[in-house]
């Protein structure tokens, strides 16, 4: 079984949240996947909804996405991961949370792609502090808390590119 124990029904449950069903099984680079699935879900599951459910909506996700990354590290056996990719559900709807993306104009899909590149960029680079609670916060919300920075990060430099492009 890969070095994995056996995994209880709760421990399914928790894989599947924290894998986002198949979407973290997919071949090379599974943070890159959970992004995208984030991405092309999110005019129609998180951008419609006002600023209050969208944060509302992201403490769900980080509350659910820490239990389910620390159940499954567990559970897989290994810290962080690669396949556990809930962390990118949260981190790139932070970075899409505090801009009006929502309708199909005609600047959505170049502001969802570049806030996608931001997030990735961020993610992948880990500038301080991101880096620091990568490498300092343990468990499943240590998991999240870095992609949750790289989408403020991501969000914060897409304010900045607005403000002067």
Do not use: Y
Not at 24 to 34: D, M
């Amino acid at each position: 079984m890969n070095g994995q124990r056996f995994l209880s029904p709760l421990d399914n449950v928790a894989v599947f949240i924290a894998t986002l069903g198949p979407i973290g099984r997919l071949p090379k680079a599974p943070g890159t996947w959970g992004s995208l699935a984030a991405t092309a879900v999110a005019p129609w599951c998180f951008m419609p909804l006002p600023l209050p459910a969208r944060l509302a909506a992201l403490a769900l996700v980080l509350g659910l996405g820490a239990w389910a990354a620390s159940r499954a590290e567990e559970a897989l056996g290994r810290k962080d991961p690669g396949c556990v990719v809930v962390d990118e559900l949260l981190g790139q709807w932070t970075a899409f949370a505090p801009f009006h993306l929502a309708g199909w104009d005609q600047s959505m899909p170049l502001d969802l792609l570049t806030l996608f590149a931001l997030f990735r960029l961020f993610d992948i680079l880990k500038p301080w502090p991101i880096r620091a609670v990568d490498r300092g916060v343990p468990g499943g919300i240590g998991v999240m808390l870095d992609d949750l920075l790289a989408g403020v990060f991501a969000a914060g430099a897409f304010a900045l590119l607005r403000l002067f492009i």
